[in-house]
């Protein structure tokens, strides 16, 4: 187990691959993504693939992320905030944070856990009048082994 101090700025970068469940639409994405630092901010990209009614699909993000210290928001392109986390001083890995938001009549619950520099995970829980579903992505740092969850 690896207890190293969580440095946001040091996560959120490089290459990366993420595997996710989209549980309403059972639906597996697979893909890579990259965390690239810019003036201000870091700009998260993601491309996948997925199976949908027999046909192979494609999928792209978008987010900006403003980290300091102890803090990481998660932009959406057109400047919207989406998530917020917030870690303790010489918080070290393992280690998981929550934050829940409201959009209109939907409850969005995340949970980020971060077990290493090199893998996390996050969950999506949403909730509403129309909606009920959860969205897991499992996050690997490209170009590691095995070691990297020690």
């Known amino acids: 187990?690896?207890?190293?101090?969580?440095?946001?700025?040091?996560?959120?970068?490089?290459f990366w691959t993420f595997t996710r469940l989209v549980s309403h639409l059972d639906v597996?994405?697979?893909?890579?993504?990259?965390?690239?630092?810019?003036?201000?901010?870091?700009?998260?990209t993601e491309d996948g693939t997925y199976q949908l009614h027999g046909e192979c699909q494609t999928c792209f993000q978008k987010h900006i992320y403003k980290v300091t210290a102890h803090t990481f928001k998660i932009f959406k392109n057109d400047g919207v905030l989406l998530h917020e986390g917030k870690i303790e001083k010489n918080t070290t890995f393992p280690t998981t944070l929550q934050h829940q938001h409201y959009c209109k009549d939907d409850t969005y619950n995340c949970l980020w856990m971060f077990h290493t520099r090199n893998q996390f995970e996050t969950l999506h829980t949403v909730t509403g009048p129309k909606k009920n579903y959860q969205i897991s992505t499992l996050i690997n740092r490209m170009n590691n082994n095995s070691s990297n969850r020690k």
């Open 28 to 44: 597996f994405i697979t893909g890579k993504a990259c965390f690239t630092k810019t003036e201000d901010s870091i700009l998260y």
């Open 1 to 14: 187990m690896s207890h190293h101090k969580l440095n946001f700025e040091e996560l959120f970068s490089g």
